[in-house]
């Protein structure tokens, strides 16, 4: 399967918008050019994403605006929900291990009562494209 070869950018804050019509790269070739996608469906937050090379989709671990935490997929095309089912970890590192055909998400910090400081988590969970299944919580912290 070939790889997409393109960097995706999802969402973000624009606090300065520049526009260089012709920028060069240190071999003197131009610089590749963002598309803007329309996809029909989009993910309704934000989180950390990977890249699953033998799927060929991008996997991203979202928290919705309401707080529910989705796996979403980027298949080149469209946003494809997965499951509201799996860790319960914000702002964790994703990673895709080759090896292993895993989707591997590690750390974050832990749901809390209000006005407490949230626990780090030293949790590993792994995504195999359809579940999340929990590996160890013996990470380091």
Do not use: K
């Amino acid at each position: 399967m070939r790889s997409m070869r393109r960097n995706i950018l999802y969402g973000c804050c624009i606090m300065l918008s520049l526009f260089v019509p012709s920028i060069q790269n240190a071999h003197g070739q131009a610089c590749p050019q963002w598309t803007q996608q329309s996809p029909s469906s989009l993910p309704d937050g934000f989180g950390p994403m990977a890249y699953d090379s033998l799927r060929n989709v991008v996997v991203m671990f979202a928290m919705s605006s309401l707080g529910v935490l989705e796996t979403w997929e980027w298949n080149g095309a469209q946003w494809v929900f997965r499951t509201s089912v799996g860790p319960s970890a914000r702002n964790a590192a994703l990673a895709f291990d080759s090896n292993r055909g895993m989707v591997v998400l590690f750390g974050g910090l832990l749901p809390n009562g209000l006005g407490q400081p949230p626990p780090l988590s030293s949790e590993t969970w792994e995504w195999d494209g359809s579940d999340w299944t929990f590996r160890t919580d013996e990470g380091p912290l």
